[in-house]
T-cell receptor, first 114, second 114 residues
C-alpha cells in the first residue's frame, strides 16, 4: 500500500458525460501528479500540482481540468467524454517536486466510456 | 521535451536466469532515473532508482546502470523468480523549472517461465 488513495476504483459512463476522479496523497506530500495509462500509450503525464498551485502541464486535453484543494487532495475532471478517454488514470504524490523525490502511485481509477 | 525509449517490449526468461531491460533518454539535463514495476490491476511501484552522479546501484537481485555520455540506463534482474513477472517501466525526470515530471518508457512485459 503506497498510502495514496484514489476513488472510485471503477467508473463506467457514456460519451458526452462528465466525471470527477479523486486522489488523496500520502500524508505530508505536497505534490500531486496525474497520469493516463492507455493500452497503446503507456503512462502519459497530464498535470502536476504543488501545494495548491499548478506547476506543470503535459499533454492534457482542454476537456480535462484538475485542481488541488487546501487539504491537498486533488480532483481530475473529465468532460465531454469520448470513447478514446477510456483508460486507467493514476495519481502519484511526492514530498515536493525536487529532483530525487520518489513518486508514490495510487491504485488507479479505471474509466470506461461507452 | 524528454523522450524515453524502452526495449524490449516483451521478454520471457527461464526461472533462475537473468533479465535485462534497456532505456535511452534524450534530454541530457535529466538527472533522476527510477524503475517501476506494475503488477496486474495495481499502480506502478518503485523498485530501484539512480541519480545522474552515480554509475551503478544494486539492491539484492536488482541492479541499475547509467551511462550519462550515451544517455542510456539499464535494469538487471538476476536469479529471476515467478513473482518477478510484471510490466516494468523506466523513467527520466527533468530538473528545469516546471518540468520536474517523470517521462516514462513504453514498458516491458517480463514473463518468468517456471
Amino acid at each position: 500500500d503506497s498510502g495514496v488513495t484514489q476513488t472510485p476504483k471503477h467508473l463506467i459512463t457514456a460519451t458526452g458525460q462528465r466525471v470527477t476522479l479523486r486522489c488523496s496523497p500520502r500524508s505530508g506530500d505536497l505534490s500531486v501528479y496525474w497520469y493516463q495509462q492507455s493500452l497503446d500509450q503507456g503512462l502519459q503525464f497530464l498535470i502536476h500540482y504543488y501545494n495548491g498551485e499548478e506547476r506543470a502541464k503535459g499533454n492534457i486535453l482542454e476537456r480535462f481540468s484538475a485542481q488541488q484543494f487546501p487539504d491537498l487532495h486533488s480532483e481530475l475532471n473529465l468532460s465531454s467524454l469520448e470513447l478514446g478517454d477510456s483508460a486507467l488514470y493514476f495519481c502519484a504524490s511526492s514530498v515536493t517536486f525536487r529532483a530525487y523525490n520518489e513518486q508514490f502511485f495510487g491504485p488507479g481509477t479505471r474509466l470506461t466510456v461507452l | 521535451g524528454e523522450n524515453v525509449e524502452q526495449h524490449p517490449s516483451t521478454l520471457s526468461v527461464q526461472e533462475g536466469d537473468s533479465a535485462v531491460i534497456k532505456c535511452t533518454y534524450s534530454d541530457s539535463a535529466s538527472n533522476y532515473f527510477p524503475w517501476y514495476k506494475q503488477e496486474l490491476g495495481k499502480g506502478p511501484q518503485l523498485i530501484i532508482d539512480i541519480r545522474s552522479n552515480v554509475g551503478e546501484k544494486k539492491d539484492q537481485r536488482i541492479a541499475v546502470t547509467l551511462n550519462k555520455t550515451a544517455k542510456h540506463f539499464s535494469l538487471h534482474i538476476t536469479e529471476t523468480q515467478p513473482e518477478d513477472s510484471a510490466v516494468y517501466f523506466c523513467a527520466a525526470k527533468g530538473i528545469t523549472f516546471g518540468n520536474e515530471k517523470l517521462t516514462f518508457g513504453t514498458g516491458t512485459r517480463l514473463t518468468i517461465i517456471p
